[in-house]
Protein backbone atom coordinates (compact mmCIF):
# COMPACT_ATOMS: atom_id res chain seq x y z
CA UNK A 1 0.00 0.00 0.00
CA UNK A 2 1.62 3.11 -1.52
CA UNK A 3 -1.54 5.48 -0.30
CA UNK A 4 -2.09 6.49 -4.03
CA UNK A 5 -4.94 4.36 -5.48
CA UNK A 6 -5.17 4.04 -9.03
CA UNK A 7 -8.58 2.80 -10.73
CA UNK A 8 -9.09 0.88 -13.23
CA UNK A 9 -6.58 -1.28 -12.48
CA UNK A 10 -6.56 -2.84 -16.43
CA UNK A 11 -8.62 -1.02 -19.05
CA UNK A 12 -9.35 -2.00 -22.55
CA UNK A 13 -11.02 0.67 -24.67
CA UNK A 14 -11.61 1.16 -28.31
CA UNK A 15 -10.27 4.17 -30.44
CA UNK A 16 -13.48 6.24 -30.44
CA UNK A 17 -14.47 5.37 -27.05
CA UNK A 18 -14.10 7.51 -24.38
CA UNK A 19 -12.69 6.70 -20.82
CA UNK A 20 -11.15 8.15 -17.74
CA UNK A 21 -8.09 6.88 -15.25
CA UNK A 22 -8.54 8.10 -11.49
CA UNK A 23 -5.95 8.54 -8.71
CA UNK A 24 -6.18 9.28 -5.37
CA UNK A 25 -3.73 10.13 -2.66
CA UNK A 26 -3.94 9.43 1.28
CA UNK A 27 -0.68 11.38 2.00
CA UNK A 28 -1.28 14.74 2.59
CA UNK A 29 0.43 15.76 -0.48
CA UNK A 30 0.65 18.94 -2.61
CA UNK A 31 1.62 17.71 -5.71
CA UNK A 32 0.64 15.10 -8.29
CA UNK A 33 2.14 13.58 -11.67
CA UNK A 34 0.96 11.04 -14.68
CA UNK A 35 3.67 9.47 -16.20
CA UNK A 36 3.43 6.75 -19.00
CA UNK A 37 5.37 3.44 -19.13
CA UNK A 38 5.83 2.03 -21.72
CA UNK A 39 7.81 -1.38 -22.53
CA UNK A 40 11.42 -1.46 -22.18
CA UNK A 41 11.18 2.37 -21.95
CA UNK A 42 12.23 4.84 -19.15
CA UNK A 43 9.00 6.56 -17.32
CA UNK A 44 7.87 9.09 -19.33
CA UNK A 45 6.69 12.38 -17.49
CA UNK A 46 2.98 13.25 -18.87
CA UNK A 47 1.56 15.99 -16.64
CA UNK A 48 2.26 17.83 -13.26
CA UNK A 49 -0.48 19.59 -11.02
CA UNK A 50 0.86 21.58 -8.16
CA UNK A 51 -1.70 23.14 -5.39
CA UNK A 52 -4.79 21.78 -8.03
CA UNK A 53 -2.58 24.15 -10.67
CA UNK A 54 -1.11 22.21 -13.65
CA UNK A 55 2.12 23.37 -13.86
CA UNK A 56 3.76 21.28 -16.46
CA UNK A 57 2.45 19.33 -20.00
CA UNK A 58 5.32 17.51 -21.65
CA UNK A 59 3.92 18.20 -25.00
CA UNK A 60 1.30 15.36 -24.23
CA UNK A 61 -1.52 15.17 -26.97
CA UNK A 62 -4.35 16.49 -26.65
CA UNK A 63 -6.11 12.87 -26.67
CA UNK A 64 -5.21 13.13 -22.95
CA UNK A 65 -6.86 15.97 -20.70
CA UNK A 66 -5.71 15.90 -17.31
CA UNK A 67 -8.28 17.16 -14.33
CA UNK A 68 -7.03 18.35 -10.77
CA UNK A 69 -10.55 18.86 -8.64
CA UNK A 70 -8.69 18.91 -5.76
CA UNK A 71 -4.58 17.83 -3.98
CA UNK A 72 -6.11 14.32 -3.16
CA UNK A 73 -7.30 13.61 -6.47
CA UNK A 74 -6.15 13.22 -10.42
CA UNK A 75 -7.93 12.07 -13.35
CA UNK A 76 -6.85 11.62 -16.81
CA UNK A 77 -9.49 11.86 -19.37
CA UNK A 78 -8.91 9.58 -22.74
CA UNK A 79 -10.43 10.29 -25.59
CA UNK A 80 -9.97 9.05 -29.48
CA UNK A 81 -6.67 7.17 -28.27
CA UNK A 82 -4.27 5.43 -30.79
CA UNK A 83 -3.04 2.04 -30.39
CA UNK A 84 0.20 3.30 -29.43
CA UNK A 85 -1.32 4.60 -26.39
CA UNK A 86 -1.15 1.33 -24.72
CA UNK A 87 0.86 1.31 -22.50
CA UNK A 88 0.95 1.77 -18.17
CA UNK A 89 -0.11 5.00 -16.98
CA UNK A 90 1.38 5.83 -13.89
CA UNK A 91 -0.11 8.21 -10.97
CA UNK A 92 2.66 9.70 -8.64
CA UNK A 93 2.56 12.22 -6.00
CA UNK A 94 4.82 14.07 -3.92
CA UNK A 95 5.17 16.45 -0.63
CA UNK A 96 5.79 19.38 -3.25
CA UNK A 97 6.91 19.36 -6.46
CA UNK A 98 10.72 20.68 -6.62
CA UNK A 99 12.86 20.84 -4.08
CA UNK A 100 15.43 17.89 -3.26
CA UNK A 101 14.75 15.03 -1.54
CA UNK A 102 11.22 15.12 -2.21
CA UNK A 103 10.45 11.34 -2.82
CA UNK A 104 7.64 10.37 -5.38
CA UNK A 105 5.45 7.67 -4.37
CA UNK A 106 3.75 5.72 -7.60
CA UNK A 107 0.56 4.15 -7.19
CA UNK A 108 0.28 0.59 -8.70
CA UNK A 109 -0.72 1.96 -12.41
CA UNK A 110 -3.60 1.10 -14.76
CA UNK A 111 -3.05 -0.74 -17.71
CA UNK A 112 -4.27 0.47 -20.61
CA UNK A 113 -5.00 -1.68 -24.08
CA UNK A 114 -6.20 0.36 -26.66
CA UNK A 115 -7.78 -1.77 -29.45
CA UNK B 1 17.46 10.53 -25.27
CA UNK B 2 17.44 9.76 -21.59
CA UNK B 3 20.86 10.71 -19.40
CA UNK B 4 20.10 7.76 -16.72
CA UNK B 5 21.50 4.57 -17.92
CA UNK B 6 22.19 1.14 -16.73
CA UNK B 7 25.49 -0.76 -17.34
CA UNK B 8 23.25 -4.19 -17.43
CA UNK B 9 19.42 -4.52 -18.39
CA UNK B 10 19.87 -7.92 -16.27
CA UNK B 11 21.27 -9.22 -13.34
CA UNK B 12 21.32 -13.09 -12.52
CA UNK B 13 22.47 -13.90 -9.07
CA UNK B 14 22.32 -16.87 -7.03
CA UNK B 15 19.56 -16.89 -3.57
CA UNK B 16 21.68 -15.35 -0.63
CA UNK B 17 24.45 -13.87 -2.78
CA UNK B 18 24.58 -9.61 -2.75
CA UNK B 19 23.95 -7.85 -6.24
CA UNK B 20 24.61 -4.39 -6.76
CA UNK B 21 23.06 -2.72 -9.71
CA UNK B 22 24.62 0.25 -11.74
CA UNK B 23 23.18 3.51 -12.52
CA UNK B 24 25.43 6.59 -14.54
CA UNK B 25 23.76 9.54 -14.71
CA UNK B 26 24.74 12.71 -16.60
CA UNK B 27 24.41 15.53 -15.09
CA UNK B 28 26.81 16.48 -12.80
CA UNK B 29 24.58 18.90 -10.80
CA UNK B 30 22.09 16.91 -9.95
CA UNK B 31 21.14 16.78 -6.68
CA UNK B 32 19.07 13.83 -5.69
CA UNK B 33 18.96 10.60 -6.31
CA UNK B 34 16.18 7.88 -5.98
CA UNK B 35 16.38 3.71 -6.11
CA UNK B 36 12.74 2.44 -7.01
CA UNK B 37 11.76 -1.43 -7.67
CA UNK B 38 8.83 -2.76 -9.82
CA UNK B 39 7.58 -5.96 -9.36
CA UNK B 40 5.61 -7.38 -12.29
CA UNK B 41 2.30 -5.90 -12.89
CA UNK B 42 2.41 -3.69 -10.02
CA UNK B 43 4.17 0.38 -9.64
CA UNK B 44 7.58 1.30 -8.53
CA UNK B 45 7.84 1.31 -5.58
CA UNK B 46 10.82 3.87 -3.30
CA UNK B 47 13.68 2.12 -1.70
CA UNK B 48 16.31 4.71 -0.98
CA UNK B 49 17.07 7.65 -2.01
CA UNK B 50 20.16 9.98 -1.20
CA UNK B 51 21.34 13.51 -2.10
CA UNK B 52 24.37 14.52 -3.48
CA UNK B 53 25.91 15.58 -0.02
CA UNK B 54 26.62 12.24 1.04
CA UNK B 55 28.36 8.90 -1.14
CA UNK B 56 26.97 6.49 0.91
CA UNK B 57 23.41 5.77 2.83
CA UNK B 58 22.13 2.25 4.33
CA UNK B 59 18.64 1.00 4.56
CA UNK B 60 17.21 -2.51 5.96
CA UNK B 61 19.61 -4.90 3.47
CA UNK B 62 20.00 -2.01 0.54
CA UNK B 63 23.02 -0.05 0.37
CA UNK B 64 23.34 3.30 -1.85
CA UNK B 65 26.47 4.25 -3.23
CA UNK B 66 26.81 7.71 -5.04
CA UNK B 67 30.48 8.55 -7.09
CA UNK B 68 30.06 11.97 -7.68
CA UNK B 69 33.36 11.96 -9.78
CA UNK B 70 32.29 9.83 -11.96
CA UNK B 71 28.43 10.20 -12.20
CA UNK B 72 27.86 6.80 -10.76
CA UNK B 73 25.25 5.15 -8.64
CA UNK B 74 24.75 1.51 -7.28
CA UNK B 75 22.14 -0.08 -5.59
CA UNK B 76 23.83 -3.20 -3.40
CA UNK B 77 21.19 -5.77 -1.74
CA UNK B 78 22.55 -7.41 0.73
CA UNK B 79 21.63 -11.42 1.10
CA UNK B 80 19.12 -11.20 -1.79
CA UNK B 81 16.02 -13.17 -1.61
CA UNK B 82 13.56 -14.74 -4.70
CA UNK B 83 11.29 -11.95 -3.59
CA UNK B 84 13.60 -9.12 -4.50
CA UNK B 85 13.41 -10.49 -8.46
CA UNK B 86 11.77 -7.26 -9.82
CA UNK B 87 13.34 -4.24 -12.20
CA UNK B 88 15.35 -1.99 -10.49
CA UNK B 89 15.63 1.73 -11.69
CA UNK B 90 17.29 4.78 -10.55
CA UNK B 91 16.44 8.30 -11.27
CA UNK B 92 18.12 11.79 -10.74
CA UNK B 93 17.03 14.58 -10.38
CA UNK B 94 18.73 17.65 -11.52
CA UNK B 95 18.74 21.43 -9.86
CA UNK B 96 15.23 23.49 -9.80
CA UNK B 97 17.00 25.87 -12.01
CA UNK B 98 17.52 23.02 -14.56
CA UNK B 99 14.01 21.92 -14.32
CA UNK B 100 14.41 19.98 -11.41
CA UNK B 101 12.07 17.19 -12.97
CA UNK B 102 12.72 13.46 -11.90
CA UNK B 103 14.76 11.89 -14.88
CA UNK B 104 14.54 7.93 -15.01
CA UNK B 105 16.58 4.56 -16.30
CA UNK B 106 15.31 1.89 -18.41
CA UNK B 107 16.26 -0.37 -15.54
CA UNK B 108 17.56 -3.60 -14.67
CA UNK B 109 16.11 -6.81 -14.33
CA UNK B 110 17.48 -8.71 -11.05
CA UNK B 111 16.52 -12.28 -11.30
CA UNK B 112 17.05 -14.27 -8.29
CA UNK B 113 17.89 -18.06 -8.52
CA UNK B 114 16.45 -20.24 -5.72
Known amino acids: ETGVTQTPRHLVMGMTNKKSLKCEQHLGHNAMYWYKQSAKKPLELMFV???????ENNSVPSRFSPECPNSSHLFLHLHTLQPEDSALYLC??????????????FGEGSWLTVV | GESVGLHLPTLSVQEGDNSIINCAYSNSASDYFIWYKQESGKGPQFIIDIRSNMDKRQGQRVTVLLNKTVKHLSLQIAATQPGDSAVYFC?????????????FGQGTELSVKP
Open chain 2, 91 to 103: AEKPPYNQGGKLI
Open chain 1, 49 to 55: YSLEERV
Open chain 1, 92 to 105: ASSRDRNPSGNTIY
